[in-house]
């Protein structure tokens, strides 16, 4: 353009027209090669996407024949025995958890009874002024030979009784 202005300023039209001829026929090629850039940047995305295609179909038929594979290999039925054994057992578990847990909690209770009635007892003498700790000392004991009533079988259960419970429930 710098050129066309200079010959223009000459008077040299000749010049002029030529010079604007292959101005505008450099825009034009200019045009041109962004165009097939783009069209070569086009070009370039779709083979990868046809190649990320591929892969995907290739992926897809691998896991077709692992599934197919597998499918041949598992029998339901044995898969639901299977489920419904776990699930008996699981039962059992359960069963045998929540007994332990009931003969815990009466074990624990009992004692914690035990030391609550003590510690209202002992609240009650203070309150009145009595001290029980240096009287009862001196106090005679009934039975000291015979089996206190926290010793008795009666409110325990042997590993005998457990088992056979154990047994009628059908636990091993």
Do not use: H
């Amino acid at each position: 353009e710098l050129e066309i202005k200079k010959m223009a300023k000459t008077g040299n039209k000749e010049a002029c027209k030529v010079l604007a001829k292959q101005l505008v026929q450099l825009r034009k090629q200019k045009n041109r090669t962004y165009a097939v850039s783009s069209k070569v940047t086009s070009m370039s995305t779709q083979t990868k996407v046809m190649n990320s295609q591929m892969k995907m179909a290739g992926a897809m038929s691998a896991t077709a024949k692992t599934m197919q594979a597998v499918n041949k290999k598992m029998d339901p039925q044995k898969t639901l025995q299977t489920m419904q054994n776990f699930q008996k057992e699981n039962m059992k578990m359960e069963m045998t958890e929540e007994m332990i847990n009931d003969t815990l909690d009466d074990i624990f209770d009992a004692s914690d009874e035990e030391e609550e009635t003590q510690d209202i007892v002992n609240q009650v003498l203070d309150e009145i002024g009595i001290e029980i700790s240096g009287k009862m000392a001196k106090a005679p004991s009934a039975a000291r030979g015979l089996p206190s009533a926290s010793a008795s079988t009666a409110g325990t259960i042997s590993d005998e009784e457990i088992e056979r419970q154990l047994k009628a429930l059908g636990v091993d």
